[in-house]
C-alpha cells in the first residue's frame, strides 16, 4: 500500500465522501442478503413459538414453522440456513445415542425444509452438546473429555446428517482428527457432495452463554470447554486450526465468536485458503438487541455496520441471529 500522500489541500480526503454516489463509487465491501445464514433453534413442541429470554425476537420454532421460516429466508434471498435442535433432557444420555438416531429432531427438520424449500441450503452442526447429558460436545468420563472415542460418535452422527439431506455440516465440537474422519466417512458413503463448513477456530468463549440457554445446555454443562476450544488469548493457534482444518478436508471454515474476534477472521482470510466464514454468536446478538432495545443503539443501523465488518475482516459470510430482520433491510435498498 502507498504510504506517502501528496499534503493538504492537494490530498483533500473528503472530496470522495462529499455526495451519496461518489460514496458508492469508492466503497470497498458491501453486505447482501447472499451472505447470511440463519441459525434457527428447533423443538417438538407444536404450539406457539417459545421465545429464548437471554435473546429478545428470538424464539424456539416446531418443525411445521422452521419450514415456514426456510420458505421466508428463501424469498429474502438467504442461501442457508443452520438447525440446532433443541432436545428433550429425557433424551440426554452420557453415550449422546440420540445424536445419531435417524429419525431425531435435528434430522426431521432437515428432512421436512429439504423437502418443501429445495432451494436453501440446510446446515447442521456436528457435536454431542445437544445430545449430552454432561453437556459437552464430546464424551465425558472421569472429568476428562475423551477425543478419539468422540470421533466415532461424530463420524455416526455425520452420517446420519447427511442421510438426512443435510447440505452442509458444521462440526463445532473442536475435537482433534474430526473433520478427516468425517470426510473419508462422506466419501465412503456416497455423500462426496455434502459441503463441511467447519468451526475451525473456535474460542472458549463467555459468549454463547445464550444459545446455550436456548438449546437447554446451560444447566446440564459441567465444567467449561476450555479443554479443546481455543483460549481467546491466541491468534497463531487459531490460523493453525483452520489451516489443519482445511488440510484435512474442510471446503469452507468459521471463526467463532464474530466481532470480537475480527483480527482472526483476516488472518484466515488472508490465507486464501478456504471461503472464511464468521459466527455472529449469541451473546453478540444479546448485546445488540438489549441495548437497542433500552434505547441505547440505533438497531437498524448497528446491526448492518456489525455485519459489513465480517465482509472488510475478510469473510465471505456471516452466520447471524440477525439475518432476516439484516435481509429485509438490505432488500429494502
Ligand atoms: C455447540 C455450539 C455452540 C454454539 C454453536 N454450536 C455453543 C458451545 O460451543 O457451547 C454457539 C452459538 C452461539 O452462541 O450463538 N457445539
Wanted: with cysteine; charged share 20%.
Amino acid at each position: 500500500m502507498q504510504t506517502s500522500f501528496p499534503p493538504f489541500p492537494v490530498h483533500r480526503p473528503r472530496r470522495l465522501r462529499a455526495r451519496e454516489a461518489i460514496r458508492r463509487l469508492v466503497s470497498e465491501n458491501s453486505l447482501s442478503a447472499s451472505d447470511l445464514i440463519w441459525p434457527v433453534f428447533v423443538h417438538e413442541n407444536e404450539g406457539m413459538p417459545i421465545p429464548v429470554s437471554s435473546m429478545p425476537g428470538v424464539s424456539r420454532l416446531s418443525i411445521g414453522q422452521v419450514v415456514d421460516a426456510a420458505q421466508q429466508a428463501a424469498e429474502l434471498g438467504i442461501p442457508a440456513i443452520a438447525l440446532f435442535p433443541s432436545v428433550d433432557s429425557s433424551l440426554k444420555t452420557s453415550g449422546c445415542e440420540e445424536a445419531w438416531n435417524p429419525e431425531n429432531l435435528a434430522n426431521r427438520a432437515a428432512r421436512a425444509v429439504r423437502l418443501a424449500v429445495p432451494a436453501i441450503e440446510v446446515m447442521l452442526d456436528v457435536a454431542l452438546d445437544p445430545y449430552n447429558s454432561d453437556g459437552h460436545d464430546g464424551l465425558l468420563r472421569n472429568g476428562e473429555i475423551l477425543n478419539d472415542e468422540t470421533l466415532d460418535c461424530l463420524e455416526r452422527q455425520a452420517l446420519c446428517h447427511a442421510e438426512a439431506g443435510a447440505t452442509i455440516l458444521g462440526p463445532s465440537d473442536m475435537m482433534d482428527g474430526r473433520i478427516a474422519r468425517i470426510r473419508s466417512a462422506l466419501e465412503d458413503h456416497g455423500h462426496d457432495g455434502v459441503v463441511i463448513l467447519s468451526y475451525a477456530s473456535k474460542f472458549a468463549s463467555a459468549f454463547y452463554g445464550p444459545f446455550r440457554d436456548a438449546v437447554g445446555s446451560m444447566g446440564t454443562l459441567k465444567g467449561n470447554k476450555s479443554t479443546y476450544q481455543i483460549d481467546p488469548g491466541n491468534s497463531d493457534e487459531a490460523v493453525r486450526m483452520a489451516m489443519r482444518d482445511i488440510q484435512e478436508g474442510a471446503d469452507a471454515v468459521m471463526v467463532k465468536p464474530g466481532m470480537p474476534y475480527l483480527d482472526i477472521c483476516r488472518r484466515i482470510s488472508d490465507l486464501g485458503a478456504a471461503p472464511t466464514f464468521a459466527y455472529q454468536v449469541s451473546g453478540e446478538y444479546a448485546m445488540i438487541r438489549h441495548a437497542a432495545d433500552k434505547g441505547c443503539l440505533d438497531l437498524e443501523s448497528v446491526v448492518l455496520e456489525s455485519l459489513l465488518a465480517f465482509k472488510r475482516a475478510g469473510c465471505v459470510g456471516i452466520l447471524s441471529y440477525f439475518a432476516p430482520f439484516a435481509a429485509g433491510l438490505l432488500n429494502r435498498g
